[in-house]
């Protein structure tokens, strides 16, 4: 070493002093004289010479540790890539994000950045696991019935699978760094929860048919605003329903019921279609009838109210002259008996006797042709 021979030739095994000297700076015991710091500086100064490179003075030592301070600062500079976001540090405090492209903070111990991508898309699935490539048979492995197995509002169970997306939230990427631990296992415990909330709230048939569609966004509004009161920096992305089936023991029951419940729907259906034809038709019939008889009725009471108006001006015409409308009456009477009936009109046989006994009459009148 250059200072090897600054203590006047070869260290010995007990020389521990940083110069080749004594452990006690002069060589002497404990008690002695205290050592000259002078003596020690300037020694130092000269081993720290004989380092360097010759011909390299003080000003040469300043511009040598300028140079390095400018090297130290320069590799502050980091590049963030389209996909990322920028978080400095100064001392393990936030100061601040960065976008994409060229940025600096100061270098390492003082700074540090952490760089997340905020564009990429995860998926948490929820009930089932992925299968491997080699083995897979179908598109979900019913592996997890802790996940899956949840209780609906009217006391029974449902078998849900189900897939989250969700990605780092770009506007409070800070919050998704320092706030979560475990962000992949908060996403599923938040989502499992939510989703038993709101199948909790929903009937076992609901889910099975029609509110299918609506458990995807109200779960999705449920956990986001989870997400947000715990400031976890995560947005989901969608929430999507895998499969909803009753549990495994108990689906052939299930599927008779919702084969007797179609059932049902399909002769009610039926039902209302026969009713919705034969009540108007029955309706029509009715309207029909009351009008056949109003009219009926009008025509009685006309004809009644016409007959009874004729007899009172007959009875008047009878009061002014008796015997000729007696005449009269019996003339129109006969008019009217013997006006549609077929006569035969003949003279008078000799001697007074009758003919009747002798002719046909009805079959004489149509040979014949008598007179009328």
Do not use: C
Not at 41 to 64: E, F, T
Not at 191 to 199: C, G, L, Q, T
């Amino acid at each position: 070493m250059p200072w090897s021979s600054q203590g006047g030739g070869p260290r010995k095994p007990n020389d521990n002093g940083p110069w080749g000297q004594g452990p006690w700076g002069g060589g002497g015991p404990p008690g002695g004289s205290p050592p000259d710091l002078e003596e020690l500086l300037r020694r130092g100064q000269d081993g720290l010479r004989q380092m360097l490179p010759s011909g390299l003075g003080g000003r040469g030592i300043a511009i040598l540790a300028l140079l390095t301070l400018l090297a130290w600062l320069a590799s502050g500079f980091y590049t963030v890539g389209p996909n990322e976001v920028g978080l400095n540090l100064i001392f393990g405090k936030y100061r601040g994000k960065t976008q994409a492209g060229l940025n600096y903070n100061l270098p390492s111990p003082i700074g540090t950045v952490i760089k997340l991508a905020v564009t990429d898309r995860n998926a948490v699935d929820i009930g089932f696991r992925e299968q491997p490539a080699a083995s897979r048979r179908g598109p979900l492995a019913p592996e997890a019935p802790e996940e899956s197995l949840m209780l609906t509002g009217d006391e029974n169970i449902a078998d849900v699978k189900f897939r989250v997306f969700w990605q780092i939230d770009p506007a409070h990427p800070e919050d998704f760094a320092f706030n979560v631990a475990n962000p992949a296992a908060t996403v599923k415990a938040i989502a499992e929860s939510a989703m038993r909330e709101i199948v909790g709230q929903s009937q076992i048939q609901k889910i099975l048919t029609a509110d299918r569609k609506l458990i995807e966004p109200a779960s999705q509004q449920l956990m986001q605003k989870v997400l947000d009161d715990y400031h976890s920096g995560v947005l989901v992305l969608q929430v999507l329903l895998l499969s909803v089936d009753p549990p495994a023991s108990v689906i052939a029951a299930f599927r008779d019921v919702t084969a007797a419940q179609q059932d049902l729907q399909r002769l009610g259906n039926e039902a209302e279609a026969y009713a919705n034809r034969v009540v108007p038709e029955a309706r029509g019939a009715s309207a029909r009838i009351l009008q056949e008889a109003e009219a009926y009725r009008e025509q009685v009471v006309a004809e009644a109210q016409g007959q009874a108006a004729r007899f009172d001006q007959i009875y008047d015409q009878y009061k002014k002259a008796p015997s000729v409308t007696r005449q009269r009456l019996y003339l129109e009477t006969m008019e009217r008996v013997l006006g549609g009936a077929e006569k035969v009109i003949i003279d008078e046989a000799p001697g007074g006797g009758s003919v009747v006994p002798y002719l046909p009459l009805p079959g004489f009148s149509a040979a014949q042709g008598g007179r009328k």
